[in-house]
């Protein structure tokens, strides 16, 4: 089955700074890859995702970017603000449709 | 436009009892998937179905677990005779086809056990 591992597992970052989070998965079979934002108590929040004919795309201030070869794709957040605290969790689909869930990442945004 | 709606939002069973969990998929939504999360991690699948059909129920115990999504009314996750270790928060999401599609997710039910 698939193995989806993401770094780091908790970040702190200062408001307006960047944070960047990465998930490696193992399936070569992969072919759409989400990000969900997760509020204590809440349920996952669909955030950005990615298909495997792209790179990179982007909404405001929150992108993704994909390897396909090197298997790993990469949540990044610029000018975090405090409401971007939560736990983020990569998702891979592999071709049975099913979400594989990363441990998930636990940003806090230092006001 | 509902999302996708999961009730209850809280359940508490006894040992030995069992759990019933409803989720109605979003409008035009025909795909319903179920997850578990247990405290501190991340969701785990355990069972994806349209109308009246399990497609993939490779993450479901073997035994006391059950799921279905009848022709009309809700998908429906059944857990008999449940067991401390049953404790967890039990995801809905619901998709619009099959490759590829968005997974949105309902807000849960906390099921505890006594």
């Known amino acids: 089955g698939e193995n989806v591992e993401q770094h780091p597992s908790t970040l702190s970052v200062q408001e307006g700074d960047s944070a960047v989070i990465k998930c490696t998965y193992s399936?070569?079979?992969?072919?759409?890859f989400p990000w969900y934002k997760q509020e204590l108590g809440k349920r996952p929040q669909l955030i950005i995702d990615i298909r495997s004919n792209v790179g990179e795309k982007k909404d405001q201030r929150i992108a993704v970017t994909l390897n396909k070869t090197a298997k790993h794709f990469s949540l990044h957040i610029t000018e975090t603000q405090p409401e971007d605290s939560a736990v983020y969790f990569c998702a891979p689909n592999n071709a049975g449709n099913m979400l594989t869930f990363g441990g998930g990442t636990r940003l806090m945004v230092k006001p | 436009n509902a999302g996708v709606m999961q009730n209850p939002r809280h359940l508490v069973r006894r040992r030995g009892q069992e759990a019933r969990l409803r989720c109605s998929p979003m409008k035009g939504h025909s795909h319903v998937y179920w997850y578990r999360q247990l405290p501190e991690e991340g969701l785990k699948f355990m069972v994806y179905?349209?109308?009246?059909?399990?497609?993939?129920e490779s993450g479901m115990p073997k035994e006391r677990f059950s799921a279905e999504f009848p022709k009309e009314g809700p998908s429906i996750l059944r857990i008999q005779q449940v067991v401390r270790g049953d404790s967890a928060a039990y995801f809905c999401a619901s998709s619009r086809g099959q490759f590829n599609q968005p997974q949105h997710f309902g807000d849960g039910t906390r099921l505890s056990i006594l």
């Open positions: 179905l349209q109308k009246e059909n399990i497609i993939d």
């Open positions: 399936d070569s079979a992969s072919n759409y």
